[in-house]
């Protein structure tokens, strides 16, 4: 249900959690870039710019204690 579902605030967050977050992220299975291959830091930084951009947002969902970056 969405009401156990909270945001988080990157600042909230150390600079190593929220890396950890959006690298856990990016890895991810099914997880389509395309064609065109990117590295880990690639991804990292495009989501990190995402985030900085308040295009996407961190979840944190409490039933299953699982977070999420999702648009916003």
């Known amino acids: 249900m969405i009401e156990n579902v909270v945001e988080i605030p ?14 856990e ?3 991810r299975d099914g ?4 064609y065109i ?6 991804k990292v930084q495009d989501v990190l710019g995402q985030i900085n951009r308040q295009e996407v947002i961190i979840q944190f969902d409490q039933r299953t204690e699982s977070v999420n970056i999702v648009q916003k």
Request: glycine share 4%.
């Open 10 to 23: 990157p600042t909230a967050l150390s600079e190593d959690s929220l890396r950890a977050i959006i690298e």
């Open 25 to 27: 992220f990016v890895s």
């Open 31 to 34: 997880t389509d870039y395309g």
């Open 37 to 42: 291959e990117f590295s880990l830091e690639e």
